[in-house]
């Protein structure tokens, strides 16, 4: 990660944007979560997130800049995804503490919580197609899935300047689907 961080500071001169968006999820009743799949999650999504951010923060230059982390919908709680919940709520308190910390810095860091999104991730855990994709579709009222084009402006909005007013929010994108809808 350090090389990671070295590197793009030596091609751009400064760092001004950090989107924390590694994430995985697995939907499992309570009876099968197991020790292995909570640090999995924990550790990608949570960890993954405060280690990045520790390391980029670093290399923001004195105008400060923009971290958006990746969220979901699913942080008010699904059922089947206490572990995925958990690691999304715990983005949403991450967001809004860090918000507080480095906002003196000129740092602003925000959160996306996306609903349902086609990607590589849903099409291998065998969203798309499924009952609960139809069910998520039903539930949003734009009337389909989103795509990562879509959550890709709101990132572009958070790393503007155009949102300079803007640090410690969660900002759902998410076609107007509850998180009640996406009960798998």
């Known amino acids: 990660m350090r090389r990671l961080f070295t590197e793009a500071k030596k091609a751009f001169d400064t760092l001004d944007v950090l989107v924390n968006n590694a994430g995985v999820y697995k939907f499992q009743a309570l009876e099968e979560i197991t020790e292995d799949e909570f640090y999995r999650e924990f550790n990608i999504n949570v960890l993954g997130t405060i280690l990045a951010t520790k390391e ?26 206490a572990v995925y919940s958990g690691t999304k709520g715990a983005i949403d308190a991450i967001t809004r503490g860090l918000a507080a910390e480095l906002g003196p810095r000129k740092i602003r860091v925000n959160a996306i919580a996306p609903g349902g999104v086609e990607t590589e991730g849903t099409h291998s855990a065998g969203v798309i197609g499924s009952d609960f994709e ?47 809808a996406l009960a798998p």
């Not at 980029?56 to 995804?81: D, Q, T, W, Y």
């Not at 009222?141 to 790393?159: E, K, M, N, S, Y």
């Open 56 to 81: 980029a923060v670093k290399h923001f230059g004195p105008n400060g800049g923009s971290i958006i982390n990746v969220s979901s919908l699913a942080s008010a709680g699904v059922p089947e995804a």
């Open 134 to 180: 139809r069910a998520m579709i039903a539930g949003t009222p734009l009337g389909r899935i989103g795509q990562p084009d879509d959550i890709a402006r709101v990132a572009v909005f958070l790393a503007s300047d155009d949102s300079s007013w803007l640090t410690g929010e969660r900002l759902a994108a998410s076609g107007g689907l509850s998180a009640g």
